[in-house]
């Protein structure tokens, strides 16, 4: 039975992947570690959790000894628009975080997840169908982590044989958890005003076309290559994944089907729409689809729908 440790696991995607994987592997097997001395109590109450500054190699060795752990899900770090605010504490956290996960992998022998992101390519990369091995030039400090980070954990796999798997994601859109800085917010952001106001005002401009992704493809992907035959991966970097691309008027007209009062407005906002205008307008993942199998189950449509529903609900 897998011992697994989830670092940051109040946020984005750590706190939908905690409940999926105690799901799957029991609920004392999975430790939910977070910066927040007091999680949310969905999330303490429902199995064990630490407290634990990503920063201090100390502790995070002592919790991965005392929990027997065999598998890390590192996902402490800071998004895309929260780094640029501060990109000393991004690097410290990003890149200080990872070094010490892969260190204590090492000394412990733990396969270890790392998400990466579409913010890893840069304004040089091909922006259509952006291939899986490409320019990767990110002109952010949130970029400079990822791309850091995905050889870094290349470099513990080819030097010390480190079980290390990871994916590029894109755009996250969530129901459950609010949004934490990112660049793509707006594509959650949106759902609530909807409903709750009839409008919602944009900080990208029309025709800032981004790959996205519902929670739920994501926290399916993120087990999906945990799980899979080692010998299949063609990559240790990190996978593109994709399951919609649009832009944001798009969005808006799909969400209009379903609130047909519903108004967009636009503020761009100078520190992410350059951001954005640095990042792909679509990712191939035929890697991902070809080594792991990998298929998402929501479109446009389909997530548009099933939002709404679960926040008027």
Same mark, same amino acid.
């Given at each position: 039975?897998?011992?697994?440790?989830?670092?940051?696991?109040?946020?984005?995607?750590?706190?939908?992947?905690?409940?999926?994987?105690?799901?799957?592997?029991?609920?004392?097997?999975?430790?939910?570690?977070?910066?927040?001395?007091?999680?949310?109590?969905?999330?303490? /109450?429902?199995?064990?959790?630490?407290?634990?500054?990503?920063?201090?190699?100390?502790?995070?060795?002592?919790?991965?000894?005392? /929990?027997?752990?065999?598998?890390?899900?590192?996902?402490?770090?800071?998004?895309?628009?929260?780094?640029?605010?501060?990109?000393?504490?991004?690097?410290?956290?990003?890149?200080?975080?990872?070094?010490?996960?892969? /260190?204590?992998?090492?000394?412990?022998?733990?396969?270890?997840?790392?998400?990466?992101?579409? *913010?890893?390519?840069?304004?040089?990369?091909?922006?259509?169908?952006?291939?899986?091995?490409?320019?990767?030039?990110?002109?952010?400090?949130y970029g400079v982590t990822?791309?850091? *980070? !995905?050889?870094?954990? $290349?470099?513990?796999?080819?030097?010390?044989?480190? $079980? =290390?798997?990871?994916?590029?994601?894109? *755009?996250?859109?969530?129901?459950?958890?609010?949004?934490?800085?990112?660049? =793509? $917010?707006?594509a959650v952001e949106i759902?609530?005003?909807?409903?709750?106001?009839?409008?919602? =005002?944009?900080?990208?401009?029309?025709?800032?076309?981004?790959?996205?992704?519902?929670?739920?493809?994501?926290?399916?992907?993120?087990?999906?290559?945990? !799980? #899979?035959?080692? *010998?299949?991966?063609?990559?240790?970097?990190?996978?593109?994944?994709?399951?919609?691309?649009?832009?944001?008027?798009?969005?808006?007209? !799909?969400? #209009?089907?379903?609130?047909?009062?519903?108004?967009?407005?636009?503020?761009?906002?100078?520190?992410?729409?350059?951001?954005?205008?640095?990042?792909?307008?679509?990712?191939?993942?035929?890697?991902?689809? /070809?080594?792991? $199998?990998?298929?998402?189950?929501?479109?446009?449509?389909?997530?548009?729908?099933?939002?709404?529903? #679960?926040?008027?609900?």
């Open positions: 039975m897998h011992r697994i440790l989830v670092t940051g696991a109040t946020g984005q995607i750590g706190s939908e992947l905690v409940p999926a994987l105690r799901a799957r592997y029991g609920a004392a097997n999975v430790v939910a570690a977070g910066h927040k001395k007091t999680p949310p109590p969905e999330l303490r /109450e429902a199995g064990p959790y630490a407290a634990l500054d990503i920063r201090e190699r100390g502790a995070l060795a002592a919790l991965v000894e005392q /929990e027997r752990i065999d598998t890390i899900y590192h996902l402490a770090a800071l998004l895309s628009a929260t780094a640029e605010a501060d990109p000393q504490l991004a690097w410290e956290i990003n890149m200080t975080g990872l070094v010490n996960v892969l /260190e204590v992998a090492r000394l412990f022998n733990c396969a270890v997840f790392h998400p990466s992101s579409i *913010g890893a390519f840069g304004p040089s990369t091909p922006p259509d169908r952006t291939p899986q091995v490409t320019i990767q030039r990110p002109n952010t400090m990822k791309v850091s *980070g !995905e050889l870094l954990c $290349d470099y513990y796999h080819c030097r010390f044989g480190l $079980d =290390t798997r990871g994916i590029r994601f894109p *755009g996250l859109i969530s129901h459950t958890t609010p949004p934490g800085g990112g660049t =793509t $917010d707006y759902f609530s005003a909807a409903i709750s106001q009839k409008q919602y =005002t944009c900080f990208l401009q029309p025709g800032t076309c981004l790959d996205m992704m519902y929670m739920p493809d994501a926290i399916r992907a993120a087990m999906e290559i945990m !799980e #899979a035959e080692p *010998g299949r991966f063609r990559h240790r970097n990190a996978y593109n994944l994709t399951a919609m691309s649009f832009a944001p008027e798009e969005l808006a007209a !799909e969400i #209009a089907r379903h609130i047909p009062d519903f108004a967009m407005l636009y503020q761009p906002d100078p520190v992410r729409q350059a951001i954005a205008d640095s990042w792909p307008n679509s990712l191939d993942d035929s890697a991902a689809r /070809e080594d792991w $199998d990998w298929q998402p189950r929501y479109g446009l449509a389909e997530m548009t729908g099933e939002m709404l529903a #679960a926040l008027s609900a």
